[in-house]
């Protein structure tokens, strides 16, 4: 399989953009989304996540997009758990750059561990 695609003059990673759209395969890359585009820059360099924030912020996902960007960055931290023993910088950054961007669009990680409720706190 050919290790990167190029999508309007910049090259992203095959195995990113799979994990991204959930596809098996990338048919057509010139219909990949744009806000996937975006966390597969994000994913690729994720240092470079800071000057990302801006594009980040200014996303507009429609309404019936939101659940496929939301699936991404989830696939990308169910992804990196199953992954983080064999690079832990790697797969922690990329757990970071889902996380940090499922925050800024949607308020709240899906994932996040919940603290469990006493009996009596239930009202």
């Given at each position: 399989m050919n290790n990167?695609?190029?999508?309007?003059?910049?090259?992203?990673c095959t195995?990113?953009?799979l994990l991204l759209t959930g596809e098996e395969e990338i048919k057509e890359p010139e219909k990949v989304?744009?806000?996937?585009?975006?966390?597969?820059?994000?994913?690729?360099?994720p240092l470079r996540l800071p000057w990302l924030l801006k594009d980040i912020f200014n996303l507009c996902i429609q309404e019936e997009d939101q659940r496929e960007m939301r699936l991404c960055l989830i696939r990308v931290q169910v992804?990196?758990?199953l992954m983080m023993n064999q690079d832990i910088q790697r797969?922690?950054?990329?757990?970071?750059?889902?996380?940090?961007?499922?925050?800024?669009?949607?308020?709240?990680?899906?994932?996040?561990?919940?603290?469990?409720?006493?009996e009596g706190e239930i009202e």
């Open positions: 990167s695609i190029e999508i309007n003059g910049e090259k992203f195995e990113d953009l989304k744009s806000y996937i585009l975006l966390v597969a820059r994000a994913l690729g360099k992804q990196a758990e797969y922690q950054q990329r757990r970071y750059v889902a996380q940090v961007i499922e925050i800024l669009l949607f308020n709240e990680l899906l994932l996040a561990p919940r603290e469990p409720v006493e």
